[in-house]
């Protein structure tokens, strides 16, 4: 899928304008805060329903306005695609095609791959960091994995106000079917997880080892173990909630499950988030974020949009010119503040931003 026009009205810095992209690199380039990580950020939106940078959409809007608009046309094995996001202060409307979609919906009909240097988190920060990545890597092409994922975290917020209530003493069989209902989903999700994890796991090592020379090996594995069947793994599941009772009614909440997982990445057989430097754990992320891409490509039958914010001046110079050569072949959104340093005689479209417009 390539993304042929996306226009922004009143979104962040912008009151309106509409980028058109070409299907290889695109390079959205000028001088630091004047939105060309805006831009990028929409595409993502469009992509997830989500933004990387903020909890609440009403902060998208640009101030005095009323609301913000995102729109996108593009190009997919099935023919055209039209996704639509309008943002209100209290609320947000999704569309596909001009129809208006609930957001379980709305993900997974564009799909992208967001990098920048910020993404050093992955890898050095704790567990949610690489929980929100599956999260969103695995929703963009699973419908299940969504919906699964948004049951789990509503039985998952009704047993904790559960513990949380002296009531609990007095309805222990309640607990019970909030118990059964967390293994069930719970289950999907650690199968999901550990399926896409063995596929990421070889590709990242191999794009590590390239994005090196050879230097490093990278590593990654899930905490735990569980059986490979949805059904034994629910019924472990429910082995260790059942066990945790009393320490989740003492603390409060709910102890074992899905939401406390961990991916372990390792860079030559060390703990990378104890170990690596910062230049290493950035290759680490950043061959993850690859690796996500040809995850991409192999389940939907077309590569999905590469967005790279600012990366360029965080490698050196073998990196950057391995990395043009690694994406050559789908459609990337680049930005930086100099195209000329970065591009090493790779064909591009450029696009120069001044103060959320577009200069010819």
């Given at each position: 899928?390539v ?6 009205d ?86 596909l ?16 791959v967001?990098?920048s ?13 690489r ?58 999700i ?13 590709l990242a ?14 590593s990654?594995?899930?905490d735990g ?8 793994i629910?019924?472990k ?6 066990a945790?009772?009393e320490?989740?009614?003492?603390l409060?909440?709910?102890?074992v ?25 950035r ?17 939907t039958g ?8 600012d ?6 110079l ?19 503040t100099?195209?000329?340093r ?19």
């Amino acid at each position: 899928m390539v993304i042929k026009k996306l226009t922004l009205d009143n979104f962040r810095n912008y009151e309106h304008e509409d980028f058109v992209f070409d299907e290889g690199l695109n390079i959205l380039t000028g001088k630091n805060a004047q939105g060309k990580t805006n831009c990028a950020e929409a595409v993502f939106y469009l992509c997830t329903g989500a933004s990387l940078r903020i909890r609440h959409d009403k902060q998208l809007i640009r101030r005095g306005a009323e609301f913000a608009r995102i729109a996108a046309e593009t190009d997919s094995r099935f023919g055209k695609v039209k996704l639509e996001a309008v943002i209100f202060e209290n609320k947000r409307e999704l569309y596909l095609n001009g129809n208006k979609i609930r957001p379980v919906d709305f993900l997974g009909n564009m799909n992208s791959v967001f990098f920048s240097p910020g993404e050093l988190r992955l890898i050095q920060d704790g567990p949610d960091e690489r929980r929100r990545f599956l999260n969103l890597s695995i929703s963009q092409t699973s419908r299940d994995y969504r919906v699964a994922l948004s049951r789990y975290q509503r039985v998952l917020e009704q047993r904790n106000n559960l513990l949380k209530s002296s009531a609990y003493r007095f309805d222990a069989e309640t607990l019970d079917v909030w118990d059964e209902q967390l293994a069930e989903y719970a289950a999907r999700i650690v199968k999901k997880r550990r399926e896409f994890l063995a596929v990421l796991s070889p590709l990242a090592s191999s794009l590590h080892h390239s994005l090196t020379d050879g230097a490093e090996e990278l590593s990654l594995c899930m905490d735990g173990s569980y059986p490979a069947e949805e059904e034994g793994i629910k019924e472990k599941l429910l082995r260790e909630i059942s066990a945790s009772r009393e320490r989740d009614l003492r603390l409060g909440f709910t102890t074992v499950g899905p939401h406390r997982d961990d991916i372990r990445v390792s860079i030559n057989g060390q703990d990378a988030r104890g170990y690596a430097s910062q230049g290493q754990a950035r290759t680490a992320a950043l061959s993850m974020k690859l690796a996500e891409t040809e995850i991409f490509r192999t389940l939907t039958g077309e590569a999905p949009i590469l967005i790279l914010d600012d990366v360029m001046s965080e490698l050196d110079l073998p990196r950057r010119k391995r990395l043009l050569k690694g994406v050559k072949d789908l459609q990337c959104i680049l930005t930086c503040t100099h195209a000329e340093r970065v591009l090493y005689g790779v064909e591009s479209r450029r696009i120069r931003i001044q103060n959320g417009k577009i200069v010819e």
